[in-house]
């Protein structure tokens, strides 16, 4: 079964080395010991790949159980016309798990916290759900549980990190645009593909570090765009209803 | 030729902080304006502003309590709202503000007491109780000046918010509190007060009127520094954040809250025959104390539907129910008024005239 999986994963090209090095049982290993010399988990999203088929979005939301009208992550779309051709443009987003997270800053009861392994989590035995963290991303990664009473937001599927496997989204992507893995470790995926393409991360401006990389992000979509709002916001009905 | 970008599904704002932190700030700031005016009166021995010192106290004290109630109900875990207190993280601004609060409220708590203890003993307030008195106003200056900066701190250290990310908005804040405590206090010193001969009492009221003069100046002036330095020649979002404070809230942003809110009424406390005209007089008091409610909600609001990250800009409009509608607001004023009620009812709010000798002499020694 796992064998099989990692076929699989194999043959979607540029999730190859990501899937080996999990295949390799070392991430399972260094995601129970966290620390300097462990995995530090980061994503690359290989804009040139995705179709913005929101397999992700849904993969993510089966996976986590996450309430309706609530994100992890999300592909934006977008109709770009210039000179008078028009296009589409999509672009996945989740939490970036920023070097120096705004959010973890202002928690007051220190229940949101950045792990050594770099991700960004929230213990919601202790939020209180004052919103305060909610205000403070730049990247409308974190909302609230309406079933939890507390503040969601992606985990990079510790759950399955922990046990040798991808994230949802990333297992899921058929265009293979999701790479996850460890930053520290030269062989992996992402290593690989940091070291060979410029690579460009949301609202560099506002010095947040974030740890999800894009290739080929144009920079119109980098920081809050500039242009007009069709439809509702995704699931902005739906949060209306379950309200 | 010109790129036009439409976005077909977004991430969309939804509203986190609502109606509860509009009536939280609104609260806490005339919790602080009416300290103020009570700190002139304990502190500084202000004799004019005396008979409004101890429902200046009270005033001050039943609205930081209907803003903590907001506090706690715009958790979305309000029963773990205690572990606050020990899972304290100092990067939070909120951890600092919620030991000001409490100290604030400890602090009123015991300052009521001392200016009252007397009363209920029906003699004259002691020498003791009179420094006590006014050490605790002298203290409590700073301290309510601080518990109503917190939150514009709070706001402003939000640097995805470009509308909030202001290191001005805690100063724009106090300005607020101080229009909104005064002009609130004109409203009861002319509901509640009259003198011997039965009059409202004018002296008092033009004391307060200058004073609210000059904090809506104060806020006015401010205004301009932030709406010019940090928006209108600022870079980006900044830009942004100004124009929908003059485009999509014009009404509430610039008619209310500006016009009606701060210039009317500036112009009737300044000028001693408008002031005369007491509807007018009263009526640009009540103005200026609603463009400050507007004032807190379209700081609140506006902040969070400019979109972070998706396009355009946003529309929200409150529920009638739930603990985020409009009945909540109304229950919290409910809640402030009975309040209002049973202390007044229960204490005695009127300064004895014996005080007031005392203060003279105090002033004269």
């Given at each position: 079964m796992n064998s099989d999986r990692r076929n699989f994963v194999k043959l979607v090209g540029s999730t190859t080395v990501a899937a080996v090095a999990l295949g390799s049982g070392g991430p399972s290993r260094a995601a129970e010991s966290p620390g300097p010399e462990g995995p530090h988990?980061?994503?690359?999203?290989?804009?040139?790949?995705c179709i913005g088929c929101q397999a992700c979005t849904v993969a993510c939301g089966v996976e986590n159980q996450v309430p309706l009208?609530?994100?992890?992550?999300?592909?934006?779309?977008?109709?770009?016309?210039?000179?008078?051709?028009?296009?589409?443009?999509?672009?996945?987003?989740?939490?970036?798990?920023?070097?120096?997270?705004?959010?973890?800053?202002?928690?007051?009861?220190?229940?949101?916290?950045k792990r050594a392994d770099g991700v960004v989590v929230v213990d919601n035995t202790i939020c209180i759900g004052c919103g305060y963290c909610v205000q403070a991303c730049p990247y409308d990664a974190r909302f609230i549980n309406e079933t939890t009473r507390t503040v969601d937001k992606c985990t990079f599927c510790l759950h399955r990190v922990k046990a040798g496997l991808l994230p949802a989204c990333v297992e899921t992507c058929v265009s293979g645009a999701r790479i996850f893995g460890d930053l520290n470790d030269p062989q992996s995926a992402v290593a690989t593909l940091l070291g060979?393409?410029?690579?460009?991360?949301?609202?560099?401006?506002?010095?947040t570090e974030p740890m999800?990389?894009?290739?080929?992000?144009?920079?119109?979509?980098?920081?809050?765009?500039?242009?007009?709002?069709?439809?509702?916001?995704?699931?902005?009905?739906v949060a209306e209803e379950v309200r | 030729m010109e790129t036009k970008i439409i976005e077909l599904i977004g991430?969309?704002?939804?509203?986190?902080?609502?109606?509860?932190?509009?009536?939280?700030?609104?609260?806490?700031?005339?919790?602080?304006?009416a300290f103020v005016l009570a700190a002139l009166v304990y502190g500084f021995?202000?004799?004019?502003?005396?008979?409004?010192?101890?429902?200046?106290?009270?005033?001050?004290?039943?609205?930081?309590?209907?803003a903590l109630l907001n506090l706690i109900a715009d958790l979305h875990q309000p029963g773990r709202f205690a572990s606050l207190f020990w899972r304290m993280h100092a990067t939070s601004p909120m951890t600092w503000g919620l030991f000001l609060l409490n100290a604030f409220l400890l602090l009123l708590a015991v300052q009521l007491f001392f200016v009252l203890r007397a009363d209920f003993r029906g003699q004259a307030r002691s020498e003791g109780d009179h420094r006590v008195v006014r050490l605790l106003a002298l203290i409590g200056l700073p301290l309510a000046l601080l518990v109503h900066a917190y939150s514009g701190y709070i706001l402003g250290v939000v640097k995805a918010i470009p509308l909030w990310h202001s290191s001005i908005l805690p100063l724009v804040f106090l300005a607020a509190a101080l229009v909104s405590g005064l002009a609130l206090m004109i409203l009861l010193a002319g509901l509640l007060l009259r003198?011997?001969?039965?009059?409202?009492?004018?002296?008092?009221?033009?004391?307060?009127?200058?004073?609210?003069?000059?904090?809506?100046?104060?806020?006015?002036?401010?205004?301009?520094?932030?709406?010019?330095?940090?928006?209108?020649?600022s870079t980006g979002p900044a830009r942004e954040a100004a124009l929908l404070l003059f485009g999509p809230s014009f009404s509430t942003a610039t008619i209310v809250e500006i016009t009606l809110g701060l210039v009317v009424p500036l112009i009737v406390m300044s000028l001693a025959p408008l002031r005369r005209l007491r509807p007018l007089f009263f009526g640009a008091a009540l103005a200026a104390t609603v463009g400050v409610w507007f004032f807190r909600w379209q700081l609140v609001m506006a902040g969070q539907l400019l979109p972070k990250t998706g396009a355009g800009f946003s529309h929200y409009e409150p529920s009638f129910w739930g603990s985020t509608g409009i009945m909540h607001v109304l229950g919290n004023f409910a809640f402030w008024i009975l309040l209002m009620i049973v202390l007044t009812w229960i204490l005695p709010w009127q300064e004895p005239q014996s005080s007031h000798d005392h203060a003279l002499r105090t002033k004269g020694a």
């Open positions: 988990w980061v994503m690359v999203v290989d804009l040139r790949l009208g609530g994100f992890r992550t999300l592909v934006s779309c977008y109709e770009v016309t210039s000179h008078g051709r028009p296009r589409r443009y999509t672009l996945p987003r989740l939490c970036n798990h920023c070097q120096k997270p705004a959010c973890v800053t202002v928690c007051p009861t220190q229940a949101t916290t060979r393409h410029p690579v460009q991360v949301l609202k560099k401006s506002m010095g999800v990389f894009y290739i080929g992000l144009d920079a119109a979509f980098d920081g809050r765009i500039q242009g007009e709002q069709v439809l509702m916001p995704a699931g902005s009905s | 991430p969309g704002p939804h509203i986190h902080w609502g109606l509860p932190i509009v009536q939280d700030i609104f609260f806490t700031g005339i919790s602080t304006g021995n202000n004799r004019r502003l005396a008979p409004l010192g101890r429902l200046a106290l009270i005033v001050s004290l039943v609205s930081l309590l209907a003198n011997q001969q039965g009059e409202l009492p004018g002296d008092l009221l033009d004391s307060l009127s200058v004073l609210l003069a000059w904090a809506l100046a104060a806020n006015l002036v401010l205004r301009l520094f932030w709406y010019t330095i940090g928006m209108a020649y």
